[in-house]
């Protein structure tokens, strides 16, 4: 299945330009970790963003809890995107009809399209929101995850809500890439859906607000996911950023290199 080729082997296929960008960083920098800087002023965003930069392919922000906003910090994002070498994911969490994504997506005081090479969106009004956000991401060269899976407790996207979810990627496979989930999405092997997977900590299990845990291992060699998503894991402890990041990009890794292992014909 095409989960278990390698980053590099699925990079040379995708049909999604940013999704075959992603596959080639990841090889390049031998990195599936996504950091989610999930901090209210700009200050610290950007010397976490940069101090994580080297050892990550993606990182995740929500641009909406910035209290100091504006338009130099996506530019500041963009400029550590290129030094460094990763792409940026604003984790939006769209949720309305096609025409109001559209909006949202595109103006607003973020302007996420301008700047953000992946977002997300819920799935729960219907296929319509995916064409609204195609409207403005396509030409831009964008990719779109759907949300078929959350990490938190008591989530009600599962079931027939995640199938059907895979089911509306398949029908738009030119502007989405995958899936935030807490599984393998793919059912074929001539289709490449990419899995990142949120809730990823090596210390502790929860929060007590509903978030759980599991090991960078679980995610990739047991569940089949293909990036890992850390947030206070490693931003947690301002003291130790760059270690954690270099740490979990290892766990990362390492599970990746176990999986293809694994799988080797
Ligand atoms: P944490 O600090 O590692 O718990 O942060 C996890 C991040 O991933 C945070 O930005 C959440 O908004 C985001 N997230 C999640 O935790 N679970 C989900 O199912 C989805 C997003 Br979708």
């Given at each position: 299945?095409?989960?278990?080729?390698?980053?590099?082997?699925?990079?040379?296929?995708h049909?999604?330009?940013?999704?075959?960008?992603?596959?080639?960083?990841?090889?390049?920098?031998k990195?599936?970790?996504?950091?989610?800087?999930d901090?209210?002023?700009?200050?610290?965003l950007l010397?976490?963003?940069?101090?994580?930069?080297p050892?990550?392919?993606?990182?995740k922000?929500?641009?909406?809890?910035?209290?100091?906003f504006?338009?130099?910090?996506?530019?500041?994002?963009?400029?550590?995107?290129?030094?460094h070498d990763?792409l940026?994911?604003e984790?939006?969490?769209?949720?309305?009809?096609g025409?109001?994504?559209?909006?949202?997506y595109?103006?607003?005081v973020?302007k996420?399209?301008?700047?953000s090479h992946?977002t997300?969106?819920?799935?729960?009004?219907?296929?319509?929101?995916i064409?609204?956000?195609?409207e403005?991401?396509?030409?831009?060269?964008?990719?779109?995850?759907?949300?078929?899976?959350?990490?938190?407790k008591?989530?009600?996207?599962?079931?027939?809500?995640?199938?059907e979810?895979?089911?509306?990627a398949r029908?738009h496979?030119?502007?989405?890439i995958?899936?935030?989930?807490?599984?393998?999405?793919n059912?074929?092997d001539?289709?490449?859906?990419?899995?990142?997977?949120?809730?990823?900590?090596?210390?502790?299990k929860?929060?007590?607000?509903?978030?759980?845990?599991r090991?960078?291992?679980?995610?990739?060699?047991?569940?089949?996911?293909?990036?890992?998503?850390?947030?206070?894991?490693?931003?947690g402890?301002?003291?130790?950023?760059?270690?954690?990041?270099?740490?979990?990009r290892?766990?990362?890794?390492?599970?990746?290199l176990?999986?293809?292992?694994?799988?080797?014909?």
């Amino acid at each position: 299945m095409n989960t278990y080729k390698t980053y590099a082997e699925r990079g040379k296929n995708h049909p999604n330009a940013c999704a075959r960008s992603l596959f080639e960083l990841m090889e390049r920098k031998k990195s599936n970790l996504s950091v989610a800087v999930d901090v209210t002023s700009k200050r610290e965003l950007l010397s976490i963003a940069d101090a994580v930069g080297p050892y990550i392919c993606l990182l995740k922000t929500h641009i909406d809890i910035v209290e100091d906003f504006d338009m130099d910090l996506v530019q500041q994002l963009q400029e550590l995107s290129k030094k460094h070498d990763f792409l940026i994911f604003e984790d939006r969490k769209f949720a309305d009809i096609g025409n109001t994504v559209k909006h949202q997506y595109a103006n607003g005081v973020y302007k996420i399209a301008s700047w953000s090479h992946i977002t997300n969106a819920h799935t729960v009004p219907g296929d319509g929101i995916i064409k609204g956000l195609a409207e403005v991401g396509l030409p831009l060269g964008r990719g779109l995850l759907l949300l078929a899976e959350m990490s938190s407790k008591g989530s009600l996207a599962k079931g027939n809500y995640t199938t059907e979810s895979v089911e509306m990627a398949r029908h738009h496979k030119d502007f989405v890439i995958g899936f935030i989930a807490q599984h393998k999405m793919n059912s074929y092997d001539e289709e490449d859906f990419i899995v990142m997977s949120p809730g990823v900590g090596l210390d502790v299990k929860g929060d007590g607000l509903g978030q759980q845990y599991r090991t960078p291992h679980e995610v990739i060699v047991g569940s089949g996911g293909d990036i890992i998503i850390v947030g206070r894991g490693i931003y947690g402890n301002p003291d130790q950023v760059e270690e954690q990041a270099k740490r979990y990009r290892q766990a990362g890794w390492d599970a990746y290199l176990e999986r293809v292992r694994l799988h080797q014909h």
